[in-house]
């Protein structure tokens, strides 16, 4: 039976490099929605777990256990794993930043966090940059829109700054929670050895929550997220994202059931000031 059993369970290594294949050809959400639905919060979540009773884990504190796990390994888990499943991911996530259809990225700080702290590679030039980069283009091209829809309120069309405001609110909470948790683990190293690299993501960062400040349209489609998905994330994994009134509508009822945490709406000042905490202690030259 369990042999049976085993026939329908892919083996990590044919699953993972499937994962990787979908990065790197940048096949997007509507083309093969399974692989980010199921496959690679399952791969996170496995590889999170069996990590540290790999070669690469947690060593035994005690001898005996010491010799135990060398004389019979549980797994082959290892950092490499992790490495590959992290670097897919932020493929993945550089390719739908701004994609519309793209509702796995309202998901993604549920499994992908978990692996950072075993992360060993450096993804910071070739994917951690390039998305605080991209996300600062979209930031300041919504902001510009909205300032000309303010100026010019004939010309403008404000669904369509609404609709914009709200996939960059999407896109900068499914990046925010990784950049800061990889953040806090290499903030040390970053100050005592600084690179382009690093500073660029900082500077970025500051740009994004400058404009955050300042841009009405996206404190507004912050709430709307936060209204909908904060609380019911949590229970069901996320749903389809409302702009405009029907948000609105929702954020209303939500508010009247009592379901929106004032604590929520303090998430945002309160993680600006977390992450860029590195430029105001070591790279005022940033600001």
């Known amino acids: ?13 044919k699953l993972l490099t499937a994962i990787e294949q979908v990065s790197s ?4 959400y509507a083309e093969q929605p399974n692989v980010y639905d199921v496959d690679l919060p399952l791969m ?16 035994p504190e005690k001898t005996e256990e010491k010799e135990h796990k060398q004389s019979l390994p549980m797994t082959s888990v290892s950092a490499d794993h992790i490495n590959r499943i992290f ?4 493929r993945m996530l550089r ?5 519309e259809n793209a509702p796995w990225l309202c998901r993604t700080n549920f499994f992908a966090v978990q692996i950072i702290q075993n992360v060993t590679c450096d993804p910071v030039k070739d994917y951690i940059l390039p998305i605080a980069e991209r996300l600062r283009r979209m930031s300041e091209k919504a902001f510009k829109e909205e300032e000309h829809m303010r100026t010019h309120p004939d010309d ?6 609404a ?4 996939r960059l609110v999407r896109d900068t909470y499914a990046y925010f929670p990784i950049l800061m948790k990889y953040t806090d683990l290499h903030r040390a190293q970053w100050l005592k050895a600084p690179s382009w690299e ?35 994330a949590a229970m069901v994994g996320g749903g389809e994202m409302k702009t405009g009134k029907a948000a609105i509508a929702e954020r209303k009822k939500k508010r009247r059931e009592g379901q929106v945490s004032t604590k929520l709406c303090q998430t945002k000042i309160q993680e600006g000031r977390h992450l860029l905490n590195p430029i105001m202690s070591g790279t005022p030259r940033l600001l």
């Open 1 to 13: 039976m369990l042999q049976n059993l085993s026939t329908h369970i892919p083996h990590i290594e």
């Open 25 to 28: 050809n940048g096949i997007t």
């Open 44 to 59: 996170c979540s496995y590889l999170a777990y069996w990590f540290n009773q790999g070669p690469d884990g947690r060593k």
């Open 87 to 90: 670097c897919a991911l932020l």
């Open 95 to 99: 390719n739908h930043i701004g994609v």
């Open 156 to 161: 403008a069309d404000e669904g369509t700054v």
């Open 163 to 166: 609709e914009d405001n709200a």
């Open 198 to 232: 690093t500073d660029g993501v900082y500077e970025n960062v500051a740009v994004i929550f400058r404009i955050w400040s300042q841009s009405q349209h996206f404190k507004r489609e912050e709430l709307n997220y936060m209204a909908q998905f904060e609380e019911d």
